[in-house]
């Protein structure tokens, strides 16, 4: 099948239906040639045995996600080596970048200033190994209604001021699920400039009946896709874009090589 | 019983059990002298009946509360007239302004921007009415999870940014559950200024299981309440904090007296 060029699906769209090498497999099969790519996964399928493979299918790794990064789901802090790591994997495979989702707040806190400052103090201390490994932190920006339990990190602007405080090697993530919201978001993107590292999309259906992977297909919900796309590409983004979809209720239960071909089709008609 | 100086309790959080007729003796009985009433129960109790009621009680009416003002749940324009009417039903009941949830996306619309400009010029048509009237719109900003389908203002900057535009008349209502997260908060609490009207406070449960009537008791959740009033307060606001807590799967269901008792305590042990 002929590629299609611009477009990229990450693995959490096919969580339970595919292992790793499925992914590859499956994504290739439908012509896509970029996965974002779950340490998980990465882990069950061994790391070298996975570089040969996504090399061999000529698969590129549009970004490495890393979840729980300064605290974990309990709100416990991170250890420093176990962050170290990710980066190595992620520079093994040679992933664009490394989606860095922040993690809460901390246990028993409820101070949101506190745990921010530590979100920024962790990404510091990562971004000496990150800059030598050449794989640059690309922070996500994540929907505030997880700001206690997944992030607090929850707009643009922080993210963008973040990049500005930490300098060279850092850049953003912008998913249209997070941020699609946001009355600042065509200043955001364009501030964010060539900071953008990854454009991941799917939906936001109305209503969205749970707080955790209840993202829609593009074209189900309301947001304005093919003009969040114009904005990242004007603002300078010319990576793909990375089709990110949760969902228990819906695409979660399907076959997953008709959600890959769905992925593909409503790419190419509505971005 | 004693007064409660500073309490005030929105008959959401007794909706399911109580009327307002109910709501006003229940809150009394608990010493509680301010209620925030919603336009359903005041119709069901007929506009005379809770007037006269109210004064009697003792009771001052801090907010009332008027959702779906640009367009309904559907997506479907609102006319004019209705939030006309409801503003008459706010003078006649002496609120001391009328909140003002303005509704999200029209149906099949995905132009954020669009319905934005469409809730600043229903609120601009509706003005002249509430200076007669002499009672101030209070914009609710509301949390971004229920940007599609409830309202499309969904941070303070903007509704100060709308505040600005509007001239007098119009001011905020500062919802701890909507805006805890915002990572601007201070900034624009102190932005808002005298233009608070409104100070609702109830906590941010984590996990939060549904994106509706899933709020906590004060104490129960994530946000920091007493700074939260500490910056309220430093930016101008003398009135009450009123408690609004829709929670289907546990306040709702237990008896109101309890409810109400709860938010007494919690008041005076957290605020």
């Given at each position: ?98 989606v860095c989702v922040l ?128 904005l990242v590409r004007a ?37």
């Open positions: 099948m002929r590629d299609v060029a611009g477009l990229a699906i990450n693995q959490a769209t096919t969580r339970p239906q595919w292992s790793l090498a499925q992914a590859i497999d499956g994504y290739a099969r439908a012509g896509v040639r970029g996965i974002g790519v779950w340490p998980d996964k990465l882990a069950e399928y061994g790391l070298a045995a996975a570089r040969r493979h996504l090399r061999d299918a000529g698969m590129a790794v549009t970004s490495y996600c890393v979840g729980e990064m300064i605290v974990d789901r309990h709100g416990r802090p991170q250890p420093a080596e176990r962050n170290r790591q990710l980066l190595d994997e992620a520079a093994e495979i040679q992933a664009q970048c490394m993690g809460g707040l901390p246990a028993g806190s409820r101070d949101m200033a506190r745990a921010r400052e530590c979100a920024r103090d962790g990404l510091a201390e990562l971004l000496p190994r990150a800059r030598a490994a050449g794989v640059p932190l690309a922070i996500e920006p994540i929907h505030p209604m997880r700001a206690a339990d997944v992030s607090c990190v929850n707009s643009l602007a922080q993210a963008n001021e973040l990049c500005a405080a930490l300098g060279e090697g850092v850049g953003v993530v912008v998913d249209a699920y997070h941020v699609w919201w946001d009355p600042d978001l065509a200043a955001g993107v364009r501030r964010a400039g060539n900071r953008i590292l990854s454009f991941q999309i799917c939906d936001w259906l109305s209503p969205t009946v749970s707080l955790a992977n209840d993202r829609g297909m593009m074209g189900d919900g309301v947001i304005d896709l093919r003009a969040m796309r114009a603002a300078g983004f010319a990576g793909p874009c990375e089709v990110e979809i949760m969902s228990e209720r819906d695409w979660w239960r399907r076959d997953a090589d008709e959600v890959v071909a769905t992925c593909r089709d409503r790419f190419l008609s509505l971005l």
